[in-house]
C-alpha cells in the first residue's frame, strides 16, 4: 500500500509539474494581451498588468480591417467542415459496425491503410485535383476535401460496435427502418463518441494552417492561422498586439472544449452502453 501511494504521489507531482509549464505560457500570453508594449518590452516578468487596457484588442480590428474576415472564415471552415465529419463518419462507422454488404472488410482494410498514409503524401494530388475543378481559393476546397477522416470513421465503427444491440432491435420492433434507427435511435445516444471527435475534428480545421497555406491565395479569403502568419510579420515587434491576436485565436477552441468537456473522457472510452 505504500508502495502504491508514492507511486500515486510521485505521478502527481510529475503532472503538476507538467501542468504548470504548460500553463505558465498561456497565462503570460493572456496577460500581455492587456498590457501596453512598454510593459511588456520591460524585462520584468509580471502575470497582472500594471496598466490594463483593452486597447490591444480593438486595434487588432481596426488596425488590421481583414482581421474579423479571417475570424469569420475560420468559424465557418471549422463548423461546416465538423458538421460534415459528425454525419460522413458517424454514417461510415455505423455501416462498418451494423451493416453486411459485399466488399465491407476491403472497404474497412483500404479505411485502415488510409491511416497510415501521411496528410502531406496527399496535399500536391489535393491541390491538382481542387485546380481542375476550380475551387482553389474557395470554402469548398477548403471543406470538402476534409469532409470524411479515415481516423474517426475507424473511431466510430469501434464505438457503435460496443452499442448495445437490444436499443436496435427494440426500434426495430416498434417499426423503425436503419435511417430511422440510426438518427432517431443511435446517434443520439452517442453522443460522447461525437463530443470527442468533434472536439479533434474542429481543432484540425482551426489549427490548420498547411491547407490554406496551399490553396488560398485572396487575403480575404484567408484563415485565422494564415491571417495571423502575415499579422505577425507586419507588427513584428508589437508583441501586445500579436498576443491579444493569439488570445482571439485560442479563445473558440476553449469554449468548445469547456462545453463538450463533460462527454470527452466518455467518448475516448468508445463505450456504447447507458
Same mark, same amino acid.
Given at each position: 500500500?505504500?508502495?502504491?501511494?508514492?507511486?500515486?504521489?510521485?505521478?502527481?507531482?510529475?503532472?503538476?509539474?507538467?501542468?504548470?509549464?504548460?500553463?505558465?505560457?498561456?497565462?503570460?500570453?493572456?496577460?500581455?494581451?492587456?498590457?501596453?508594449?512598454?510593459?511588456?518590452?520591460?524585462?520584468?516578468?509580471?502575470?497582472?498588468?500594471?496598466?490594463?487596457?483593452?486597447?490591444?484588442?480593438?486595434?487588432?480590428?481596426?488596425?488590421?480591417?481583414?482581421?474579423?474576415?479571417?475570424?469569420? &472564415?475560420?468559424?465557418?471552415?471549422?463548423?461546416?467542415?465538423?458538421?460534415?465529419?459528425?454525419?460522413?463518419?458517424?454514417?461510415?462507422?455505423?455501416?462498418?459496425?451494423?451493416?453486411?454488404?459485399?466488399?465491407?472488410?476491403?472497404?474497412?482494410? %483500404? %479505411?485502415?491503410?488510409?491511416?497510415?498514409?501521411?496528410?502531406?503524401?496527399?496535399?500536391?494530388? &489535393?491541390?491538382?485535383?481542387?485546380?481542375?475543378?476550380?475551387?482553389?481559393?474557395?470554402?469548398?476546397?477548403?471543406?470538402?476535401?476534409?469532409?470524411?477522416?479515415?481516423?474517426?470513421?475507424?473511431?466510430?465503427?469501434?464505438?457503435?460496435?460496443?452499442?448495445?444491440?437490444?436499443?436496435?432491435?427494440?426500434?426495430?420492433?416498434?417499426?423503425?427502418?436503419?435511417?430511422?434507427?440510426?438518427?432517431?435511435?443511435?446517434?443520439?445516444?452517442?453522443?460522447?463518441?461525437?463530443?470527442?471527435?468533434?472536439?479533434?475534428?474542429?481543432?484540425?480545421?482551426? &489549427?490548420?494552417?498547411?491547407?490554406?497555406?496551399?490553396?488560398?491565395?485572396?487575403?480575404?479569403?484567408?484563415?485565422?492561422?494564415?491571417?495571423?502568419?502575415?499579422?505577425?510579420?507586419?507588427?513584428?515587434?508589437?508583441?501586445?498586439?500579436?498576443?491579444?491576436?493569439?488570445?482571439?485565436?485560442?479563445?473558440?477552441?476553449?469554449?468548445?472544449?469547456?462545453?463538450? &468537456?463533460?462527454?470527452?473522457?466518455?467518448?475516448?472510452?468508445?463505450?456504447?452502453?447507458?
Amino acid at each position: 500500500m505504500k508502495r502504491r501511494s508514492s507511486g500515486k504521489s510521485i505521478l502527481y507531482i510529475l503532472l503538476i509539474g507538467y501542468a504548470i509549464v504548460t500553463v505558465i505560457p498561456f497565462l503570460w500570453a493572456l496577460s500581455s494581451s492587456f498590457k501596453t508594449l512598454g510593459e511588456i518590452v520591460s524585462g520584468t516578468i509580471n502575470f497582472i498588468p500594471k496598466d490594463f487596457t483593452f486597447d490591444n484588442y480593438r486595434q487588432i480590428f481596426t488596425t488590421e480591417p481583414l482581421f474579423g474576415r479571417w475570424l469569420f &472564415n475560420s468559424l465557418f471552415i471549422a463548423v461546416i467542415g465538423t458538421l460534415l465529419n459528425l454525419l460522413f463518419n458517424s454514417m461510415a462507422g455505423y455501416a462498418l459496425a451494423r451493416l453486411s454488404f459485399p466488399g465491407k472488410k476491403s472497404i474497412f482494410i %483500404i %479505411i485502415l491503410a488510409v491511416l497510415m498514409i501521411p496528410f502531406q503524401v496527399t496535399l500536391i494530388p &489535393n491541390f491538382l485535383l481542387l485546380k481542375e475543378l476550380g475551387w482553389l481559393n474557395t470554402y469548398q476546397g477548403m471543406i470538402i476535401p476534409g469532409a470524411v477522416n479515415a481516423t474517426f470513421i475507424f473511431m466510430m465503427r469501434q464505438f457503435f460496435i460496443n452499442f448495445p444491440k437490444e436499443v436496435e432491435e427494440a426500434a426495430a420492433i416498434d417499426g423503425l427502418g436503419k435511417f430511422g434507427t440510426f438518427f432517431r435511435i443511435v446517434l443520439p445516444l452517442a453522443k460522447p463518441a461525437l463530443a470527442a471527435q468533434t472536439i479533434f475534428v474542429f481543432m484540425a480545421f482551426w &489549427n490548420d494552417f498547411m491547407r490554406p497555406l496551399v490553396i488560398l491565395a485572396d487575403p480575404e479569403m484567408f484563415t485565422l492561422t494564415l491571417g495571423l502568419n502575415s499579422f505577425k510579420g507586419q507588427f513584428i515587434s508589437y508583441w501586445n498586439y500579436i498576443m491579444a491576436a493569439s488570445m482571439v485565436f485560442t479563445l473558440p477552441i476553449l469554449i468548445l472544449y469547456a462545453f463538450f &468537456n463533460k462527454y470527452f473522457v466518455k467518448g475516448i472510452s468508445f463505450t456504447g452502453g447507458k
